[in-house]
């Protein structure tokens, strides 16, 4: 069986990388749960689907970061884990990952919705819509993972799921049409998503220009979303980009391993929170009864 090998990191270069890492993702994940606080209490956006998309978003970051941040640790500590913990713990991530540049397509065409047909917005776009959307969301994911599930299963003797091995996904899914396999389905899914996202913002941003209402704002907005999932996009080619880069590079694998994790993985979930926990004035005003709680939120409805 051939597996990708990895040295370990002297013990204090590996206690430096799980301070950075550990300390930037709680804190990342403080700030995402304090918005999903917001969304569970009050009504006006657990009925809204624009706002359900993007606590959608905000989970989903949750989620990867917390498994990010246990990976990590113990790489670096225990160094090797069971077998059938690390394809579980794989599983989740990577669907959490996937969900993100397909969550935001469907916010782009929420989007669309709501600013070229703005009476048809609330039939369309519903709460029950939306949650069939999500579910949708996660099928496709696990389109992505299951058949690499099943050929392993498959093909592995049980002992091997009992062994211990480095936890990378090359290194348990070594079936090289298997690699073939997801090269082509993350090309798939990159292509549709930036076909959705170019054809609902540019419409975005011709309608908002017509009306000139708010349209500074609709297209910072436009940005803001086409650089996260253009940062979001980076996680199909996760893999590629680290391997060339340790072609040129054998002797510092594990630094370039590190950091473009860091940079794919962690700097996304940056801007989730600042489009809209912070430019949204609803979510804005609410946030301050945690952050500021002097500061009582405006009523609405």
Not at 55 to 73: C, Q, S, T
Not at 86 to 102: D, G, H, K, Q, R
Not at 161 to 175: E, G, H, K, P, V
Not at 277 to 297: A, M, W
């Amino acid at each position: 069986m051939n597996t990708t090998t990895v040295s370990r990191d002297p013990l204090y270069v590996a206690i430096l990388k799980n301070v950075i890492t550990v300390v930037l993702s709680l804190a990342i994940i403080y700030v995402n749960g304090t918005l999903v606080h917001t969304f569970r209490k009050h009504q006006v956006f657990n009925m809204n689907s624009r706002y359900i998309l993007y606590i959608h978003l905000v989970v989903n970051d949750i989620i990867m970061l917390a498994l990010m941040v246990l990976l990590i640790f113990l790489s670096q500590t225990v160094f090797t884990i069971n077998v059938s913990f690390c394809i579980i713990v794989l599983i989740f991530a990577i669907s959490s990952n996937l969900n993100n540049p397909l969550t935001l397509a469907a916010m782009a065409l929420e989007c669309y919705l709501a600013i070229c047909f703005p009476l048809r917005h609330p039939q369309i776009c519903t709460v029950r819509k939306t949650y069939i959307v999500i579910s949708l969301i996660w099928f496709l994911s696990s389109l992505t993972i299951l058949p690499d599930l099943f050929a392993v299963v498959a093909t592995r003797p049980a002992t091997y799921f009992n062994s211990r091995i480095f936890c990378l996904w090359a290194n348990i899914f070594t079936d090289p049409q298997l690699e073939k396999k997801r090269d082509v389905s993350n090309i798939i899914y990159l292509v549709t998503v930036w076909l959705v996202l170019f054809y609902a913002y540019f419409r975005i941003l011709f309608t908002a220009q017509a009306a000139s209402t708010n349209a500074k704002k609709a297209r910072n907005t436009v940005l803001l979303h086409g650089f996260q999932l253009l940062l979001c996009m980076l996680s199909y080619v996760h893999s590629i980009m680290i391997e060339g880069i340790i072609k040129f590079f054998p002797g510092d694998a594990l630094i370039i391993r590190f950091v473009i994790s860091l940079l794919i993985q962690v700097t996304p979930r940056l801007i989730s929170p600042i489009v809209y926990g912070i430019r949204d004035k609803l979510f804005r005003e609410y946030l301050k009864r945690y952050f500021l709680p002097s500061n009582k939120p405006k009523k609405y409805p």
